[in-house]
C-alpha cells in the first residue's frame, strides 16, 4: 500500500532553512509526479510545488517561487522541499501528497519564529 513518511520539519527563527523529506514505498515512485502542500492553523491546505515523475517539471505557488526548491531522487524514492528565507506566514503543517493515488502523508510541523 502507499506509504508516504515527511520528516524534517523544526522550529526555525525567520530568514533561516529547513529541508523537508518524504520517503515513498508501496508504488514505483519513479513513474509518478509528488507534490508538497501546506496547511496552517485555521486555514485551508495550500499547494506549495509539485515536480513530475523524473524531476523535468516543477511548479511552485507565488507565495514560495524564488525560495522554496522541490526535488526529488528516484534511487532514493525520496521528494524533498528545500526551504529558504523562511518567514513567519511559512508557519503549518507541511504534507507530502501522490496526486496519481490521491494520498497524503501525516504532515511534519514547520514553525518560523523569532
Known amino acids: 500500500q502507499v506509504q508516504l513518511v515527511e520528516s524534517g520539519g523544526g522550529l526555525v527563527q525567520p530568514g533561516g532553512s529547513l529541508r523537508l523529506s518524504c520517503a515513498a514505498s508501496?508504488?514505483?515512485?519513479?513513474?509518478?509526479?509528488m507534490s508538497w502542500y501546506r496547511q496552517a492553523p485555521g486555514k485551508e491546505r495550500q499547494f506549495i510545488a509539485t515536480?513530475?515523475?523524473?524531476?523535468?517539471?516543477?511548479n511552485y505557488a507565488d507565495s514560495v517561487k524564488g525560495r522554496f526548491t522541490i526535488s526529488r531522487d528516484n534511487v532514493k524514492n525520496t521528494v524533498y522541499l528545500q526551504m529558504n528565507s523562511l518567514k513567519l506566514e511559512d508557519t503549518a503543517v507541511y504534507y507530502c501528497?501522490?496526486?496519481?493515488?490521491?494520498?497524503w502523508g501525516q504532515g511534519t510541523q514547520v514553525t518560523v519564529s523569532s
Open positions: 501528497y501522490a496526486p496519481d493515488f490521491a494520498y
Open positions: 508501496g508504488f514505483t515512485f519513479s513513474r509518478h509526479a
Open positions: 515536480i513530475t515523475n523524473n524531476g523535468g517539471i516543477k
